[in-house]
C-alpha cells in the first residue's frame, strides 16, 4: 500500500512565524503536491514537484514555498505565518496517469 | 479552464436507500477521472480510476460510471460506514498531472 506520511497531525503556530510541513512517501512517486482544504472552497493546489529539486506554481503560491532535496520528501514552508493561512494542508504523492494518494493531512492554525 | 461540478452538494440518506452522486465535467482532453472518499479529518482516499467513456467499476456498494461528459457514483443499500464526502478529480491529457477537484459531495447515511 502506498504510504504517504505528514510530520504532524495538529500543529499551533505563531503570526510572523516561519512554519516548516514534511512530507514523505514511500513509493518512488515523481510527482509530490500540495494542498489546503477550507469549507466551501475544496481542495486548491499551491505547489507541486515533478522531480527532485523541480518546482511549479500551483493555484494559490502567495506566501508559500516549497522544497525537493530528496525524490521522497516535499516540505512546505510558511515564510511568515499569517491568520489566513490557518488551514487543512494535504500532501499527496502519484506517478504520472496515476491517482495521487493523499496523507492524512496537518490542521494547522495560525494565532 | 477546467471545471469539475459535483451534486447534490449534500445529501441524507435512509440506510439502504440507493441513490446517484454527480460529477460534470469540461476538460481539453481528459485523461482520467478519479474518485475519492474523505472522512472528517483525514486525507482523500483513492477509490476508482475511470479512462473512457462506457467505463464502469465497482466495489463493494459503490459502482462508477463515466460518460463524456459526467461520471455518476452509485451507492448501491448504502450503510452508516459509507457516510463521507465523495471527491471527484480530473486529470487532463495536455499539459502537467494537475488534478482538478470539485468541491464533494457530502453524504449521511441514517441508520
Known amino acids: 500500500d502506498v504510504k504517504v506520511t505528514q510530520s504532524s497531525r495538529y500543529l499551533v503556530k505563531r503570526t510572523g512565524e516561519k512554519v516548516f510541513l514534511e512530507c514523505v512517501q514511500d513509493?518512488?512517486?515523481?510527482?509530490m503536491f500540495w494542498y489546503r482544504q477550507d469549507p466551501g472552497l475544496g481542495l486548491r493546489l499551491i505547489y507541486f514537484s515533478y522531480d527532485v529539486k523541480m518546482k511549479e506554481k500551483g493555484d494559490i503560491p502567495e506566501g508559500y514555498s516549497v522544497s525537493r532535496e530528496k525524490k521522497e520528501r516535499f516540505s512546505l514552508i510558511l515564510e511568515s505565518a499569517s491568520t489566513n493561512q490557518t488551514s487543512m494542508y494535504l500532501c499527496?504523492?502519484?506517478?504520472?496517469?496515476?491517482?495521487?494518494?493523499f496523507g492524512d493531512g496537518t490542521r494547522l492554525s495560525i494565532l | 479552464e477546467d471545471q469539475v461540478t459535483q451534486s447534490p452538494e449534500a445529501l441524507r440518506l435512509q440506510e439502504g436507500e440507493s441513490s446517484s452522486l454527480n460529477c460534470s465535467y469540461t476538460?481539453?482532453?481528459?485523461?482520467?477521472l478519479f474518485w475519492y472518499r474523505q472522512d472528517p479529518g483525514k486525507g482523500p482516499e483513492f477509490l476508482f480510476t475511470?479512462?473512457?467513456a462506457g467505463e464502469e467499476k465497482e466495489k463493494e456498494r459503490l459502482k462508477a460510471t463515466l460518460t463524456k461528459k459526467e461520471s455518476f457514483l452509485h451507492i448501491t443499500a448504502p450503510k452508516p460506514e459509507d457516510s463521507a464526502t465523495y471527491l471527484c478529480a480530473v486529470l487532463r491529457f495536455y499539459g502537467n498531472n494537475r488534478l482538478a477537484f470539485g468541491k464533494g459531495n457530502q453524504v449521511v447515511v441514517i441508520p
Open positions: 499527496a504523492s502519484g506517478s504520472s496517469n496515476q491517482p495521487q494518494h
Open positions: 513509493m518512488d512517486h515523481e510527482n
Open positions: 476538460v481539453s482532453g481528459l485523461r482520467g
Open positions: 475511470l479512462y473512457s
